[in-house]
């Protein structure tokens, strides 16, 4: 299986700051086909996890544009370019360019 | 809008089975896969397997491969994971998300959960 590894464990951001979260993986996710498979999830308390980005770097649908998502083959980042009280909660990075693993979280809280 | 619905809580005994729902509406059962997942408390989020709807070809994570099936009923648009032999271990939120890439990620919309509680 393809390992997942993100960084920081716990990021404290204050409003209006940018946040940044890297995710690692132990292959390639770039397919032949040009595209990277890593997608980026947030996970809110008592709810389920909402895609954020697909692809490496495509905002999902009704996904505000102050989340990025950047990055190839094994190093991915996503970033949050004005933080607001809405985005806390874990994040978590999945591949899906084998069988579907995901990194171990990211907690976004509020200073 | 594209929704899944999953079943109730779950309370079981060590060692019997478990039969988690997810039905779909507002978009084609038929042309999508459905992955499950699930959460234990203060884990990461694992894959258990998904189905493709239209072919019914099923995948499962090695780690469950004898005690889990995941089926699908194209008349009422749900889809369906029962895993079996439970232990305290299988304690966790299970998730069902449609998957549209069938196979390539991008998940979405995710069911709400079903907590499923393996206690003696």
């Known amino acids: 299986d393809i390992v997942m590894t993100q960084s920081p464990l716990s990021l404290p951001v204050s409003p209006g700051e940018p946040a940044s979260i890297s995710c690692r993986s132990s292959?390639?996710?770039?397919?032949?086909?040009?595209?990277?498979?890593l997608d980026w999830y947030l996970k809110k308390p008592g709810q389920p996890p909402q895609l954020l980005i697909y692809?490496?770097?495509n905002r999902a649908s009704g996904v505000p544009d102050r989340f990025s998502g950047s990055g190839s083959g094994t190093d991915f980042t996503l970033k949050i370019s004005r933080v607001e009280a809405e985005d806390v909660g874990v994040y978590y990075c999945m591949q899906a360019s084998q069988t579907l693993t995901f990194g171990g979280g990211t907690k976004v809280e509020i200073k | 809008q594209k929704q899944l619905v999953q079943s109730g809580p779950e309370v079981k005994k060590p060692g019997t089975s478990v039969k988690v729902s997810c039905k779909a509406s507002g978009f084609t059962f038929s042309t999508s896969a459905v992955q499950w997942v699930r959460q234990a408390r203060g884990e990461r989020l694992e894959w258990i397997g998904w189905i493709v709807v239209g072919g019914g070809n099923t995948n499962y994570a090695e780690k469950f491969q004898e005690r889990v099936t995941i089926t699908r009923d194209m008349s009422t648009g749900t889809a369906y994971m029962e895993l079996s032999s439970l232990t305290p271990e299988d304690t966790a939120v299970y998730y069902c998300?449609?998957?549209?890439?069938?196979?390539?990620?991008?998940?979405?919309?995710w069911g709400q959960g079903t907590l499923v509680t393996v206690s003696s």
């Open positions: 292959q390639s996710l770039l397919q032949s086909n040009g595209y990277n498979y």
């Open positions: 998300a449609a998957d549209f890439m069938i196979g390539g990620g991008k998940l979405d919309p």
């Open positions: 692809l490496g770097s």
